[in-house]
């Protein structure tokens, strides 16, 4: 009986630490919780992409401007939304349109046409 119970506490110990690091990964919380920094991070990097179309030139000054207008509607976007605290469905949003940013700046910097 002792056996059983000492391994009943051990599975309940690895479930509930399974639950805590599945509701951190996912963003547990009305507010998101600790995944803001994706978004962030996700941000930074497609501008830092953007930025770096414009030097090597495999985006036209007019691609980069397009681009950079819609990252900044995705941003006002984001802090619309963070305004009460950011939903899971609310953060699937966010997500889609930086998606949907990163699928465009993929194919522009890859159309050919070049600033030279």
Sequence with gaps: ???????????????????AA????NGGG??????NGNINARQREQEKRIRQGERDGSLTPKEAAELQRKEEKVRELEARLRENGITPQERK???KALDKLNREIEKLRHNNQRTT
């Design 1 to 19: 009986m002792k056996v059983f119970t000492i391994l009943f506490a051990a599975f309940v110990l690895i479930a509930g630490l399974s639950v």
């Design 22 to 25: 599945s509701a951190q990964r």
């Design 30 to 35: 009305r507010n998101g919780g600790g995944n």
């Design 93 to 95: 949003k966010i997500e």
